[in-house]
């Protein structure tokens, strides 16, 4: 069983930059592929960015290309979402998640963190 917390939100303004943060615990964290999802007032989760347990491979949704950089420490069990050029469409709970297999299926992910807000003002 892994357990996930996040950490990091807040309110920024458009153009702003946060760095999330997500603390793994009870599991071999670096046995998993790690991922960012969000999801913003009456719309579905959505996938963001994931990264392979080797930290090698990245995938982002086409949103948020040239913005966001998902990272990961393993030595740390922490994997973290940098996020860059903030946007008030990016206003949404982010959630971290773990994977057997790097996907970009918000189904596909086995184990969440309980979310952080990110609030970005026009």
């Known amino acids: 069983q892994v357990q996930l917390v996040e950490s990091g939100g807040g309110l920024v303004q458009a153009g702003g930059s946060l760095r999330l943060s997500c603390a793994a615990s009870?599991?071999?964290?670096?046995?998993?592929?790690m991922g960012w999802s969000r999801q913003a007032p009456g719309k579905e989760r959505e996938f963001v960015a994931v990264?392979?347990?080797?930290?090698?491979?990245?995938t982002y949704t086409d949103s948020v290309k040239g913005r966001f950089t998902i990272s990961r420490d393993n030595a740390k069990n922490t994997v973290y979402l940098q996020m860059n050029s903030l946007k008030p469409e990016d206003t949404a709970v982010y959630y971290c998640?773990?994977?057997?297999?790097?996907?970009?299926?918000?189904?596909?992910?086995?184990?969440w963190g309980q979310g952080t807000q990110v609030t970005v003002s026009s």
């Open positions: 998640a773990a994977a057997i297999t790097q996907t970009i299926v918000v189904r596909q992910y086995d184990y």
């Open positions: 009870g599991g071999t964290f670096s046995s998993y592929a």
């Open positions: 990264i392979s347990w080797s930290g090698i491979r990245t």
